[in-house]
Each structure stands twice: as C-alpha cells, then as structure tokens.
T-cell receptor, first 114, second 112 residues
C-alpha cells in the first residue's frame, strides 16, 4: 500500500533561492491539497486541485508561490525568492471525491530558509 | 468556517480510556464532524468522522451530542502511540470550500 509521498523530506536553502517540492498522491485519488504548518500551529490550507484543475487558492499563496498538477497525477509546489518566513512544514494530502472526502496526508517537506 | 473549541492539552494513563471533548456550538445541519491526529514529525492522520449518529472504527469511537453542539472522541485503551495532537474539524458536506480548517488542536500525553 503506497500512501501519499513527498520529496524531499527536508530542504535547507538560502534566502532568495527558488525551491520546488513534489507530492505523489494515492493513485486513485483525484483531489490533491497543499497545506503549510508552522511550529505550534495546525496546518493551514494553501491550494487544492481536482484532477489537473486548480480550484481554490488561499490568500496565503502569494505570487511567489505556484502549484501545478500536470495530467492530474503528481503535483509540484514552487516557491520563488524564498524568505525566512517561508520556513515551515509543507504538507500534501489527497482524497477521492465523495461526500465525506477524507484527506490522507503525506509526511511533509520541512523547509528551512537561512 | 464553523469553529470548534478544544482543551489545549490532556493527560491520560496507558491502557485506560480517554475522552477527548470538542465543542462546536455553531455547527450547521450540513457539517460533518471530523477528527484527525498528528503524531510528532508526521502529517495529520484521519481518525474518524460522523454526522449525527455515534460512530465506531478500529481506531476510536465518536460520540455526538443529540443537539450536535459537542462531540467526544473516545480512545478505548490509550497506548503510548496515541500521544499526538488531536484536531476536531467541521466540514460542510454540501460543498463550498474543500479545505480542512485546523485549529491548534489538543495535545494528548499518555503516561506509561
């Protein structure tokens, strides 16, 4: 059984650099979500896709952030010109559209911006 | 988004039952009650959800008050592996936003 996987698990970068994270959802899931979690807080929603369509974006997703889900399979989240405030855990989740829509989370990518 | 209120933390002893409360006085008729938990250094994990009736699964039980303004997650025999942050979340089953809105959750400590 392969759950949601994320790569890399950890990323350390210098301020101003670009970073890209990848998420592979559970294979039959057509919905994919990105969340961000800072220390001591619950996860905050960033964006979600149904198949390849990006259907909702949070105001937290500034113009430095972009997410894609080509062909409705894996997704990438890119952060351009990273800032120290971007340091956080980036979580991906997937689900299959149905009434209860349980989301299954990956282990996250921990980003540290120096 | 409808809000939930949970204690900041609770302690329990291993192999004893634990009752984790959640208040959601502004719940609407179309909101599901979801519980997720997050173990240290891991992503959140689905635990259970319900609408009106009490629910049981292999992980836990969910007891929902008759007026639906509160619910209780019940771990029948706490183990050290149940130590986590537990989140009580309301989700509108009739759509709108698909996101989960997490609060700060409740940290459960299980003593050996």
């Amino acid at each position: 059984d392969t759950g949601v996987s994320q790569d890399p698990r950890h990323k350390i970068t210098k301020r101003g650099q670009n970073v890209t994270f990848r998420c592979d959802p559970i294979s039959e899931h057509n919905r994919l979500y990105w969340y961000r979690q800072t220390l001591g807080q619950g996860p905050e929603f960033l964006t979600y896709f149904q198949n390849e369509a990006q259907l909702e974006k949070s105001r937290l997703l500034s113009d430095r952030f972009s997410a894609e889900r080509p062909k409705g399979s894996f997704s990438t989240l890119e952060i351009q010109r990273t800032e120290q405030g971007d340091s956080a855990m980036y979580l991906c989740a997937s689900s299959f559209k149905r009434e209860s829509d349980t989301q299954y989370f990956g282990p996250g990518t921990r980003l540290t911006v120096l | 988004d409808a809000k939930t209120t949970q204690p900041n933390s609770m302690e329990s002893n291993e192999e004893e039952p634990v009752h984790l409360p959640c208040n959601h006085s502004t719940i609407s008729g179309t909101d599901y009650i979801h519980w997720y938990r997050q173990l240290p250094s891991q992503g959140p994990e689905y635990v259970i959800h319900g609408l009106t009736s009490n629910v049981n699964n292999r992980m836990a039980s969910l007891a929902i008050a008759e007026d639906r303004k509160s619910s209780t997650l019940i771990l029948h025999r706490a183990t050290l592996r149940d130590a986590a942050v537990y989140y009580c979340i309301l989700r509108d089953r009739e759509g709108g936003s698909e996101k989960l809105v997490f609060g700060k959750g409740m940290k459960l400590t299980v003593n050996p």
